[in-house]
């Protein structure tokens, strides 16, 4: 494999540790996903359990063939995986990326994990690969998710109205958000104090 602007790399937090994914990672996954059932709201992508081993595949995939770097979020207090995360489109050139696929345990919802991981992402994006935005997006219904991203102090670029097909034939409008350089500093003062 040829040098890439995103290389595997742990990310090292106090409650967490975002590893690079692997096919060992499946059955912890399955795991995390089956607190909350999370693959049965329907505007989410988590995988079922029996879809668990080809998402992991894909994301591998997506990664070798994009420079996409899935992550599993190990928690430290139980030493047990408890979601997933990823840098996707990835566009090296400009400069660019977004985070996102990110779920969590439905125990580790709304916890100093989700604040925590964003900041590892983050502070990697702009400080080690010097990136000029990041976006995150989310579908428009994902309330809870839109309200999470706002938090951290991204600002809504849009909307992407039928942007994407949903696997039940619908389509999806998707909010696009991001966070550009110049506001890294004063987002990670945020994201610094509300772990405090």
Known sequence: MTNRWIEPIALLGKHVTLEPMDLRHVAELQAAARDGQLWKLWYTAVPSPEQTEEYVTTALKKRDQSGEMPFVIHEHKTNKVIGSTRFLNVDEHNQ?????????????????????????????????????????????????????????????????????????????????YSIIQSEWPMVKKHLQFMLR
């Open 96 to 176: 660019r990326l977004e985070i996102g696929h990110t779920w969590y345990s439905e125990s580790y919802q709304r916890t100093a994990k989700n604040t925590e991981t964003k900041l590892l992402l983050l502070t990697h994006a702009f400080e080690q690969l010097s990136s000029i935005a990041v976006e995150f997006r989310t579908h428009w219904i994902n309330h809870q998710s839109r309200r999470a991203i706002e938090r951290l102090g991204a600002k809504q670029d849009g909307v992407l109205r039928n942007h994407s097909r949903s696997e039940d034939g619908g389509f999806r409008d998707t909010v696009v």
